[in-house]
């Protein structure tokens, strides 16, 4: 055995592994605590107490049932890289004091069975971002497969078959929506008045950007896309922006909102809260914050209540549309 030396302790011998654990041979274990001189009662608890130390030290570090044969994941993901020639890109905090009870045990032939196996009891995944190539990923709650979203729509549909009932459960629905964004009350309307940028003329439209505060202190900023010479009221398409870099400034934003405009709409163009224009006043952190749903819901409504206000709007005609983060504040 390596590292094992042999100890001298009034005339009884005992080998110690180390400095973690000892192995003690019974007879010597015997003479060490009973001793010549004659047993006692102390040093026979004694004995029961270091049998007990060491067979614990012992169980600690070998993976049995006591423990769930549980390994850090760490060890359990290069294994798996090992295993199945794969590389998987995680960071030092995604695994830190994180463990696979029976790690063995789920492993399979296939490499993405096995890495659901070790990784959904941790509420963990991996994104596949090539062959061979995964990514470890927090449980994404909010990302559903195509067919699990169409079966749920589908389930959704059975339980109404008329408008009336449809309506009865929307009105059930709305008032518990506003509770769980912490909407209920809403916050009063603040009376400062909305800041404008001079009006830039372009083919067929014009654009100004507008900053409406809606907390103390928190403003919400977009771009609005009028038409030109648009006579009578004027419809509305709200479009709140995802995650795409560059936010609302982007080429292909700028070109779907001054196509509505010139076909006779306002659009307007909003960031997400923390997120685009508004990181001026907000840190990237405080858009993965749970309050980051609240904020966005209320600057949607401040929005909604600002464009009410215009006397050229068509209120009966106000419409939204958006993808990624600004899809879900969409619905």
Not at 132 to 144: A, I, S, T
Not at 264 to 281: T, V
């Amino acid at each position: 055995m390596k590292n094992l030396k042999q100890v001298q302790v009034d005339d009884c011998s005992y080998m110690a592994l180390g400095s973690e654990s000892c192995y003690l041979h019974s007879e010597s274990l015997s003479r060490f605590f009973i001793g010549r001189a004659g047993g006692g009662i102390l040093k026979s608890f004694l004995l029961v107490i270091f049998s007990l130390f060491f067979f614990t030290n012992l169980s600690a570090q070998t993976q049995n049932s006591d423990n769930l044969y549980k390994k850090p994941l760490a060890d359990v993901l290069k294994e798996i890289q090992t295993r199945f020639k794969v590389q998987i890109k995680y960071s030092e905090p995604q695994v830190k004091d994180k463990w696979v009870n029976y790690a063995d045990w789920r492993f399979r032939a296939d490499v993405d069975e096995t890495l659901e196996n070790v990784l959904k009891p941790l509420d963990m995944k991996v994104n596949k971002e090539k062959p061979g190539v995964y990514k470890l990923k927090e449980y994404e709650y909010y990302r559903w497969e195509v067919q699990d979203g169409w079966a749920y729509l589908d389930s959704l549909a059975t339980k109404y078959h008329d408008k009336a009932s449809w309506e009865k459960r929307k009105a059930e629905i709305k008032p518990e929506l506003y509770k769980a964004l912490m909407l209920s009350p809403l916050p009063a309307k603040i009376n400062s008045k909305p800041i404008i940028t001079a009006k830039r003329i372009f083919d067929g439209y014009s654009v100004e950007n507008i900053a409406l505060e809606i907390l103390p202190g928190v403003w919400i900023n977009g771009s609005l896309y009028k038409p030109l010479n648009a006579k009578g009221k004027i419809p509305v398409v709200l479009s709140p922006d995802g995650h795409w870099e560059k936010q609302r400034y982007r080429a292909d934003c700028q070109f779907r909102c001054a196509t509505i405009a010139r076909m006779g709409a306002m659009a307007f163009s909003y960031d997400l809260f923390a997120w685009g224009e508004s990181m001026l006043q907000f840190k990237y952190e405080d858009h993965r914050r749970s309050l980051a749903q609240t904020v966005q819901t209320l600057g949607g409504i401040r929005i909604l209540d600002y464009f009410s206000s215009l006397k050229e709007t068509d209120t009966s005609r106000i419409g939204i549309s958006g993808g990624s983060g600004a899809g879900s504040h969409s619905i």
